[in-house]
């Protein structure tokens, strides 16, 4: 029996009088990776504020394992879901200290680390390879280096849901399957319910356990990211062809301009 | 040196730096006195010795002033630049000493000598200025340049307040120069009995906040991620802010610039952990305005400077590096 970790009920979204998203029903399973895919501007990021309470919706509800998440505590809700957000801002701060912050839901606004959260810290640091990295500040890092720090800060939060959005713009090749491998770990290993954002289907058709296919904000496909109606809307979608093959008895999956 | 090693060392080093700037600034002046002197001095404790009357009447208050401003400056330069997340924000950059002087003016002129009404009333316009700012920056997103601009309009609607209480009350505040251009000559000790407590009670608070400070360096979104309300922390930063700024200016003047060269300086030293930047902010600001205070006053002997000048020549200079850097950077 599948269970939902996020729910969205009827969500209706507008942004200047816009709708961006309208009447949208969609449903994170839990323990799953589900990725959304889609054309720039479809309402991938928007989906993505929406469930993780950064936006509200004018209309429907979201729901975190049947709790709806506008009436949750603030910091109830950051103790189960943290968010790496697409952003351009760097914080000018130590390493240790940005995957420190991610205990913050954890701890009273006034008082000291525990050796709880210290723990965490170096659990997380060193689940993504950051551990020679902490007293160099964010600005210092490489893009690799920095989306591996907030992957850390995010796993310092130590939340059942974690939800990434394009987790892997602007990384090199190399760079992108070490993230994902990692994402990939953490969903495996530690039974974490992963949402993503990709612009790479490659990485979103060989790394997701379900896609999710949007386009002029509705979600126009969901299946599992094998299934080939997937495949077919996401040939529409994107005009490519996607292909498998099969490498030392494992099955991958790769898409193509003809 | 770890980072934390590295802070720990600076606030250790300040504390027996801000006992030397003390002593200085009890010694050093129109007359010199001597260490051993001096000590003898107030342990007799003698009211009819002059050199006693000097001490407790002249230079401990201005000492004391120097530190309580210095040290509130810095710490609410520190805590505006992260509320703001712009480094060249500090209290006299946005309005804020601006709002409170004029608050403090207008206490003045109209309302009943009561030396608790003038903290509480800098306190009150250094908010106003404080929320001004927030409220133009939260309706979009403002370049840091475009934020000084807005800072220096905020700035410019207090100052001609100021000017215009000024022409219309001559009488209301005495010693208006000194107070428009940041001096600590006439403050008696009677005078900072109600600001110091501010003070004590804002450091306390921004000790207090120095993690959800840090939480806001991570930017408004990745804060909300970690469940913080960042609209309300921001406003309750920005008043402890206000509190600090506030109750300096209530006492001494327009002095410029020390909550932007501190907490630069430290944060060059130490890095951007605020639970560290607070209290060495706190240490080093008292020790910058004793120290100005102390040139201030004996650099061009029998006249002294308004401490704020002296800042002012420092400051500025250092503000236009700041902005080109910045610049350069956007």
Do not use: W
């Not at chain 1, 989306?147 to 987790?167: K, N, S």
């Not at chain 1, 299934?227 to 093959?245: E, L, P, T, Y």
């Not at chain 2, 006992?19 to 107030?42: D, E, H, K, M, W």
């Not at chain 2, 305005?289 to 308004?306: G, H, K, N, Q, S």
């Amino acid at each position: 029996m599948m269970e939902i970790m996020i729910r969205l009920e009827d969500v209706t979204y507008s942004y200047n009088r816009q709708p961006l998203i309208h009447g949208m029903d969609l449903t994170f399973e839990k323990g799953k990776i589900t990725t959304i895919v889609g054309p720039n501007g479809c309402g991938k990021s928007t989906v993505i504020k929406l469930s993780s309470r950064l936006l509200h919706p004018d209309k429907g509800k979201v729901f975190l394992e049947n709790k709806e998440i506008g009436v949750m505590k603030r910091k109830e809700f950051a103790r189960s879901v943290s968010v790496l957000l697409q952003s351009s801002y760097i914080p000018d701060m130590a390493v240790e200290d940005a995957v420190m912050s991610g205990r913050y839901p954890h701890q009273s606004p006034i008082s000291f680390s525990s050796a709880e959260d210290k723990r965490l810290t170096e659990y997380a640091m060193e689940m993504t390879y950051c551990q020679s990295l902490r007293n160099k500040n964010m600005r210092q890092l490489s893009g690799g280096e920095r989306q591996r720090v907030f992957l850390a800060m995010v796993l310092a939060q130590d939340t059942p849901v974690i939800i990434l959005d394009e987790p892997t713009t602007y990384l090199d090749i190399n760079v992108s399957y070490e993230i994902m491998e990692l994402i990939n770990s953490l969903n495996r290993n530690l039974g974490k319910t992963i949402v993503l954002v990709l612009h790479d289907l490659n990485l979103a058709l060989n790394y997701s356990d379900r896609l999710a296919v949007m386009e002029n904000g509705k979600v126009v496909a969901y299946e599992e990211a094998s299934d080939h109606r997937v495949h077919r809307c996401i040939s529409d979608i994107f005009k490519v062809d996607i292909r498998r093959m099969t490498e030392k008895g494992k099955s991958y999956y790769y898409s193509f301009k003809l | 040196m770890g980072r934390n090693n590295k802070a720990r060392l600076l606030i250790l080093l300040s504390t027996g730096l801000l006992a030397v700037s003390v002593l200085l600034g009890l010694c050093l002046g129109a007359s010199n006195i001597r260490p051993t002197v001096l000590v003898a001095t107030l342990f007799a404790g003698e009211p009819d010795d002059f050199l006693y009357r000097i001490l407790l009447t002249v230079r401990l208050p201005r000492v004391t002033a120097a530190l309580l401003a210095g040290s509130a400056l810095a710490v609410s330069g520190a805590i505006i630049q992260s509320v703001l997340n712009n480094p060249l924000a500090s209290p006299n950059i946005i309005g804020v000493n601006a709002g409170a002087g004029l608050f403090v003016l207008l206490a003045s002129a109209f309302l009943p000598a009561d030396p608790f009404l003038l903290p509480l009333s800098a306190f009150s316009g250094a908010l106003l200025a404080c929320m001004m700012v927030l409220a133009i920056t939260m309706t979009g997103r403002l370049s840091r340049v475009l934020l000084v601009l807005t800072g220096f309009a905020v700035n410019s609607i207090f100052s001609a307040g100021m000017n215009t209480i000024m022409i219309l009350y001559p009488d209301a505040y005495i010693g208006a120069g000194n107070f428009l251009a940041g001096g600590l000559s006439s403050v008696t000790s009677n005078v900072l009995v109600y600001p110091s407590v501010f003070i004590a009670a804002g450091f306390i608070l921004a000790l207090l906040c120095s993690k959800g400070l840090n939480i806001l360096n991570l930017g408004a979104d990745s804060a909300k991620t970690l469940g913080m309300n960042v609209n309300a922390c921001r406003c309750a930063y920005l008043a402890i802010a206000a509190i600090l700024a506030g109750a300096a200016v209530s006492f001494a003047g327009m002095i410029g610039f020390v909550g932007l060269l501190v907490p630069h300086g430290v944060k060059l030293m130490i890095g951007q952990d605020n639970r560290y930047v607070i209290p060495a902010s706190a240490l080093t600001g008292g020790i910058f305005v004793i120290l100005c205070d102390l040139l201030a006053r004996t650099l061009f002997l029998p006249y002294e400077l308004p401490v704020g000048i002296l800042m002012s020549l420092m400051g500025g200079p250092f503000f236009l590096y700041l902005i080109l850097k910045n610049r350069r950077k956007e």
